[in-house]
């Protein structure tokens, strides 16, 4: 099973700063992968972004961008610029091989303020 | 509409009672899940299924049991509903194995009292 961090229970920022949520996962899996999802305050949750363990290559999409570092197991969610909009609760998530089961952290509420 | 919904929205029961929450999703997904979300804990699975009449526990499964006759609907039962399954419970499916991820319901929130 997989168990997964995220010690920033909640964060607040300024509209224009970065912002960057820290994940620390656990696992016994050689292959696993790795999901981040928001809930904003209307409680949906939304899929943003997905990771396999053995491509450790970090991405930029438009403000998101994350940094999967196996070497440390962390999975961090950087948002350049926030903007009130991505007020929201973020979760990470690892999944392992066998990845129909999702292990949820409990999240962190970000707060960002005009 | 084609989606995952998942009924009813709110609900509030007391102490004893049975009470099902429905899911049902239109995309034919083999997996549908079931997870409650209280502070504090995050989201925490209680139920899985692969397909039709194959499920399987998750984390958090006592007190509750699921069926799944038909691919497209999971309902979850609370038998004898007790204070500390108040909770928002979110119901998800997803296409192969969850490479994709997960597509939630809007959830519902129980109210056990």
């Known amino acids: 099973a997989q168990k997964v961090t995220q010690a920033q229970t909640e964060i607040s920022v300024v509209e224009k700063e970065d912002v960057t949520l820290d994940c620390v996962y656990e696992t016994r899996d050689t292959t696993y992968y790795l999901f981040w999802y928001k809930q904003p305050p209307s409680g949906e949750l939304v899929f943003l972004i997905r990771?396999?363990?053995?491509?450790?290559q970090n991405e930029i999409s438009g403000r998101y961008s994350w940094n999967f570092q196996k070497s440390t197991s962390s999975f961090n969610f950087t948002i350049t610029a926030s903007q009130v909009v991505d007020s929201a609760v973020y979760f990470c998530a690892p999944a392992g091989d066998n990845f129909n089961k999702f292990y949820f952290g409990s999240g962190t509420k970000l707060n960002v303020k005009p | 509409d084609a989606g995952i919904t998942q009924s009813p929205r709110y609900k509030i029961t007391e102490t004893g009672r049975q009470v099902t929450l429905m899911c049902h999703q239109t995309?034919?997904?083999?997996?549908m899940f079931w997870y409650r979300q209280d502070l504090g804990h995050g989201l925490r699975l209680i139920y899985y299924?692969?397909?039709?009449?194959?499920?399987d526990k998750g984390e958090v499964p006592d007190g509750y049991v699921v069926s799944r006759s038909k691919t497209e609907n999971f309902p979850l039962t609370l038998e004898s509903a007790t204070r500390s399954q108040t909770s928002v419970y979110f119901c998800?499916?997803?296409?192969?194995?969850?490479?994709?991820?997960?597509?939630f319901g809007s959830g519902t929130r129980l109210t056990v009292v």
């Open positions: 998800a499916s997803s296409e192969s194995r969850g490479w994709y991820g997960y597509t």
């Open positions: 995309w034919s997904h083999s997996y």
């Open positions: 990771r396999n363990s053995f491509d450790e």
């Open positions: 299924s692969a397909a039709a009449d194959i499920t």
